[in-house]
């Protein structure tokens, strides 16, 4: 049988900007629930060394959102593993239906469901995803101890996770289209640094190589962009760091968007193009990107939905 909730704030989404969401609500007796999604904790959740959250000169991810998740539940709010599959805003009271088949209506909602790894999009690419190919290097690093990998891209997540992989990988292959990189001076320093660390400028992927049976990665085809030359590099695994797009699915078709699906917010603000519908970190920040600003924009949000729901009372 549906269970249905009613509830003055719904929340959808865990990372940073959700769980501040939940903990500035709930102390503001919103009755606020947060649905965590299909990744719990969001993209923190699968990395290693966070070296820039305040107060902490270093972090696991992992252990970061589990705090942050303790934190919102000991305010009060609700806290629901599950996941929003569809959403009505076209008037109040909000409805959403989630994976389990519960129901919530909710007179303001959150939204902070983050972004999510972009691809090549490429056949081979598709056909080894989980049998050498990844976006997560702090998820699967550790199978290729001993091993030569790539990484593809060039801005802060490639350097960071060829940086990561040189934990394990006896030789890490950086492919960047451009003759520099985009990402902070300091990553470049300890990219340059690093002796297992060698840069491929100029080259796109433009296949992945491997085995039928079992699947396997055994190398990857480059191109140069300017000749069109192409060339074979081996590897056993080939990571894509080529950035993120938001998770915006759910609404990109009832709220106004920007950049390629990023939610958009009135200035200096967290509401979107609805009234009561408010959007936080990485649905709707595709410049900076960071834990801490996603963070500060759910505190924004919850500050904003409470102003709204003190001058709009429920219908």
């Known amino acids: 049988m549906e269970n249905v909730k009613r509830k003055r704030l719904l929340i959808i989404g865990s990372g940073p900007a959700g769980y501040t969401a939940a903990v500035y609500a709930a102390r503001a007796m919103l ?84 972004a999510q790894a972009k691809w090549l999009g490429l056949p081979s690419e598709e056909k080894f995803k989980g049998h050498g190919v990844s976006a997560c290097a702090t998820c699967d690093g550790f199978f290729y101890r001993g091993k030569e990998v790539v990484v593809v891209g060039g801005g802060n997540t490639a ?30 320093n300890r990219l340059f640094e690093n002796e297992k660390i060698e840069l491929l400028w100029d080259h796109v992927v433009d296949e992945v190589i491997g085995d039928e049976a079992p699947p396997s990665v055994t190398g990857v085809r480059v191109k140069h962009v300017a000749s069109g030359r192409t060339k074979d590099l081996r590897c056993a695994g080939v990571f894509i760091a080529i950035g993120h797009s938001p998770a915006s699915e759910l609404v990109a078709s009832q709220l106004e968007t920007h950049s390629g699906g ?54």
């Not at 599959?85 to 994976?99: E, H, K, M, Q, T």
């Not at 350097?159 to 470049?188: G, Y």
Request: aromatic share 6%; hydrophobic share 40%; proline share 5%.
């Open 159 to 188: 350097a960071e996770e060829a940086i990561f992989l040189t934990k394990f990988a006896t030789r890490v292959t950086l492919i960047h289209r451009r003759n520099e990189l985009r990402s902070d001076k300091i990553l470049q």
């Open 31 to 114: 009755d606020p629930v947060l649905i965590q999604g299909i990744q719990p904790g969001g993209q923190l959740t699968i990395t290693t060394d966070v070296e820039n959250w305040p107060g902490d000169s270093m972090v696991q991810g992992p252990d970061l959102m589990l705090r942050m998740q303790e934190h919102a539940a000991s305010t009060g709010a609700e806290i629901v593993s599950d996941h929003i599959l569809s959403i009505d805003l076209s008037s109040r009271p909000f409805s959403a239906r989630a994976d389990s088949g519960d129901a919530y209506f909710a007179d303001a909602v959150i939204l902070a469901t983050g």
């Open 262 to 315: 990023y939610v958009s917010v009135e200035p200096g603000s967290t509401a979107t193009s609805i009234p009561g519908v408010f959007a936080a970190g990485d649905i709707t920040d595709h410049v900076y990107r960071q834990a801490v600003t996603s963070a500060g924009m759910g505190c924004m949000a919850a500050l904003d939905a409470e102003k709204f729901l003190a001058e709009n009372p429920e219908p």
